[in-house]
Nanobody
Framework: QVQLVESGGGLVQPGESLRLSCAAS????????MSWYRQAPGKERELVAI???????NYADSVKGRFTISRDNAKNTVYLQMNSLKPEDTAVYYC????????WGQGIQVTVSS
């Protein structure tokens, strides 16, 4: 069983930055794809960013150039650096990690408001 713990969310003003972290623990033999999703009120969960085991990344069009996903395999952790935040980035953010099967974090709130 794999546990994921997210941290780094909060309330910021438009234009500010946040860095989310997601640390995996438990029975981890291999970390494959790691990703971040988000779900805004009344909307479906959407993929924000994804990083492969080799470091290849991909982003939703809405966050390209503003968000950066990275990973530290030694720490079993995936990060999401979010810059130039906008009110429309407000959502609950979830990490997902594949270790042979998918595991989801509990979600963390990010609110962008003046």
């Amino acid at each position: 069983q794999v546990q994921l713990v997210e941290s780094g969310g909060g309330l910021v003003q438009p234009g500010e930055s946040l860095r989310l972290s997601c640390a995996a623990s438990g029975r981890i033999f291999r970390l494959n794809v790691m990703s971040w999703y988000r779900q805004a009120p009344g909307k479906e969960r959407e993929l924000v960013a994804i990083i492969s085991s080799s470091g290849t990344t991909n982003y939703a069009d809405s966050v390209k150039g503003r968000f950066t996903i990275s990973r530290d395999n030694a720490k079993n952790t995936v990060y999401l650096q979010m810059n130039s935040l906008k009110p429309e980035d407000t959502a609950v953010y979830y990490c997902k990690v594949n270790t042979g099967f998918d595991s989801w974090g509990q979600g963390i709130q990010v609110t962008v408001s003046s």
